[in-house]
């Protein structure tokens, strides 16, 4: 159980025996040098008792050696945390949800589970997520330790190269039950990971694609519904693919709805006005949306075609 499982074990085990060591070297040495002072300079030897003041070699000591020791410490501290702020690009994303008091891990599209199970050897990262108060995730074993508060979300990461189930604790009081807040971490070879993913059933929510959360964001449905509804604009409801009747500079034309329009309708909302909406009251998108979340946006609009 001592011995670390994950890549960034080292660099904390590391740090953690150098500063104990330091830690263990001084509090046996002064305490063995306070014992021996009692002894030899006993009141009852009667030896009158000095007075010093000022001893610049001793002051320049006891000022140089502990810098030297504590920039140490901050040596090994700074080369074990460094690491662990640097997530790889290619890392697995899981979602580590916090409540009172239990922990859940969401794999995305719905997939959640109770335990975590990981890939061997492949970095992981944690976003984690609290719904309610003050918890924090901790892999004794992988040495991973960070808080997890409600509001700010925050992430750590690792990977982990031994097979084998650790605990997962809540190393922040969070009530009555905070002492049993615990889960496990399995850690699997690929294969197993995959087809226990598989197996995992959709349970959560499945989030929306993210040509729609584009849309609600941009405050798109505002105007335009998406179950046919007439608002302000075209419903988006079965739009795409069909054929309409638009103004352009005045004149009637007929325009099948397709990808081209979409898209020049979110740059140019007022060149070709689908007939019976008013002009003018979309303002133009190129400057509020990139390239990628038009094309987003657009894509998803034809999935909405009847
Ligand atoms: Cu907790």
């Given at each position: 159980m001592f011995e670390g499982a994950s890549n960034l074990a080292d660099g904390v085990d590391r740090a953690f025996v150098f500063i104990f060591s330091i830690a263990a070297f001084f509090i046996i040495g002064i305490t063995a040098f306070m014992i021996w002072v009692v002894i030899r300079y006993n009141r009852k030897k009667g030896k009158p008792a000095m007075q010093f003041t000022g001893n610049n070699t001793l002051e320049v000591i006891w000022i140089v050696i502990p810098l030297i020791i504590v920039m140490a410490m901050f040596y090994f501290g700074w080369i074990g945390f460094?690491?662990?702020?640097?997530?790889?690009?290619?890392a697995m994303k899981v979602t580590a949800i916090g409540r009172m008091w239990e922990w859940s891990f969401d794999y995305g599209n719905g997939k959640i589970s109770k335990i975590m199970v990981v890939p061997a050897d492949k970095p992981v990262r944690v976003d984690l997520h609290s719904v309610d108060v003050n918890h924090s995730f901790f892999v004794p074993a992988f040495r991973v330790k960070e808080d997890v508060i409600p509001g700010y979300d925050n992430f750590l990461w690792f990977s982990a190269f031994r097979v084998g189930e650790y605990d997962i604790l809540c190393t922040?009081?969070?009530?009555?039950?905070h002492s049993a807040m615990m889960s496990s971490v399995k850690v699997v070879p690929e294969a197993e990971f995959i087809a226990w993913l598989d197996s995992?059933?959709?349970?959560?929510d499945i989030p929306d694609p993210e040509g729609l959360t584009l849309l609600k964001n941009t405050g798109?449905?505002?105007?335009?519904?998406?179950?046919g509804i007439r608002l302000v604009g075209p419903s988006?409801?079965?739009?795409?693919?069909k054929t309409h009747t638009v103004v352009e500079k005045g004149a009637e034309k007929e325009v099948v709805v397709n990808e081209e329009y979409l898209r020049s309708s979110i740059l140019e909302p007022n060149k070709q006005v689908v007939k019976g909406f008013n002009k003018g009251l979309m303002q133009p998108y190129g400057n509020v949306l990139s390239e990628d979340q038009i094309k987003l946006m657009v894509e998803y609009l034809m999935t909405l075609k009847d």
């Open positions: 460094a690491p662990m702020r640097k997530v790889p690009a290619d922040e009081y969070c009530g009555l039950m995992l059933p959709a349970t959560g798109c449905i505002a105007c335009h519904t998406l179950d988006f409801k079965g739009f795409y693919g």
